[in-house]
């Protein structure tokens, strides 16, 4: 895998920065960058961008030439005339700056799109990124010395299996993204059959997502966790829970009880997914309680996995922040007062404290989907005496 350039709506594979940092090292002078700058407008403009973004894109291009330059001929490296003139402290250095800038920009996109700090932002992805482009220094240095040794014809003759594997893993990303679409198809078509919880389990996938970014897990573990809320319903597919989701007004102890078996009927249903065989424990564990009290398993503390405890506190915050037939949805100061109540009883004390104690806390009251239910001819049913109790 060569490189990612990423934004914050999408990422795909990009090479077009191996000939750029292999002219850094070519030809380490302002006339590079020019012609960086000059080549990325003609890019822009056969590709018809908007002025804005295109001026973006160009600034950006020579920007980032123009540091990894500087940062090549002040360590002193020298224009390369054979592959054994690299001077490769120097050569590092101009990758080295050109990977900071490129992550910095992701950040900064993801920062500004998501409404996040800049400074969490950059150090998670860092980590990621910065390694990835490092790991594409051997690359810039085969493809510098293709050009040295063959000229134009060796570097276009590199780039043709280069393209290949950028290719593919542009289609990988597409097929990522198409499964996620259907997830998020196949939940809405699940939650259009209660219109009570309508919206509700992209609701709780975004509400975990920010939770577990509130504890500090990483960035892999925060989407899986969110892919788990997300399904974590499913089960509700089923015919027998069919008649209950319709049905207005308070439900029976018998009825109660089956509804308390859909976490594992979505355990069931997502085990069949071999890419989700990681979030299947989360999922049939969402209702369960720090003191044990919870199901299907009544598990104690540590014993419920991580990411159900998060689920539970994003299910609930739903539950919560949604009007109910008893009672009208709760404001950001009850759904405080109500979580250090069930403290260490329903909910995971050290997450608690983390996340009442963090700046993404309010977030969670600014949602990105609907709170409001959608009502298709029938009035909402209670479906528990407790405010509490999680959809």
């Not at 330059?69 to 080295?96: C, E, H, Q, S, W």
């Not at 975990?208 to 504890?215: G, M, N, T, V």
């Not at 329903?346 to 409001?372: E, M």
Request: hydrophobic letters at 50%.
């Amino acid at each position: 895998m060569l490189a990612y350039k990423k934004t914050a709506e999408s990422e795909a594979g990009s090479i077009a920065f191996l000939p750029m940092l292999a002219s850094v090292i070519v030809a380490p002078t302002w006339i590079t960058v020019l012609c960086v700058g000059v080549a990325t407008i003609v890019v822009e403009l056969v590709s018809r961008r908007k002025p804005i973004k295109a001026t973006f894109n160009v600034a950006q291009a020579m920007f980032w030439v123009a540091i990894a330059t500087l940062a090549y001929r002040y360590l002193g490296g020298t224009p390369l005339k054979t592959t054994a003139d690299v001077n490769f402290p120097a050569f590092i250095a101009a990758l080295a700056a050109f990977a900071l800038l490129n992550s910095g920009a992701l950040a900064g996109a993801i920062a500004i799109s998501e409404d996040r700090p800049f400074g969490p932002v950059w150090w998670g992805g860092a980590k990621v990124t910065v390694v990835a482009d490092l790991l594409t220094l051997p690359f810039v240095y085969v493809f510098a010395w293709f050009y040295v040794n063959w000229g134009p014809i060796g570097a276009v003759a590199f780039m043709i299996p280069a393209l290949g594997l950028r290719e593919l893993n542009k289609v990988n990303w597409q097929l990522q993204r198409t499964n996620h679409e259907l997830l998020q198809l196949m939940v809405a078509a699940i939650e259009a059959r209660d219109p009570y919880t309508s919206g509700h389990s992209r609701r709780v996938a975004r509400n975990a997502r920010l939770i577990a970014q509130a504890i500090g897990l990483r960035e892999r573990q925060v989407e899986r966790v969110a892919i788990a809320a997300l399904l974590h319903d499913v089960g509700k597919i089923h015919e027998v829970f069919a008649p209950i989701l319709s049905k207005p007004g308070r439900l029976t102890a018998d009825e109660n009880a089956v509804m308390q078996t859909h976490p594992i009927k979505s355990e069931e249903l997502v085990r069949t997914v071999s890419q989700l065989s990681d979030v299947v424990a989360p999922i049939r564990n969402h209702h369960e309680n720090w003191d044990g009290t919870g199901y299907p398993d009544g598990l104690v503390g540590e014993n419920i996995p991580v990411a159900s405890r998060i689920i539970m506190f994003a299910d609930t915050i739903d539950a919560m922040t949604t009007d109910r037939p008893y009672r009208a949805a709760l404001t950001e100061a009850q759904v405080r007062a109500e979580f250090l109540k069930l403290r260490a009883r329903q909910f995971d004390p050290s997450i608690c404290d983390k996340l009442l104690t963090s700046p993404v806390y309010a977030r969670l009251f600014d949602q990105d989907v609907p709170l409001a239910p959608v009502i298709v001819g029938q009035e909402l049913r209670k479906v528990a005496s407790s405010p509490l109790l999680a959809s």
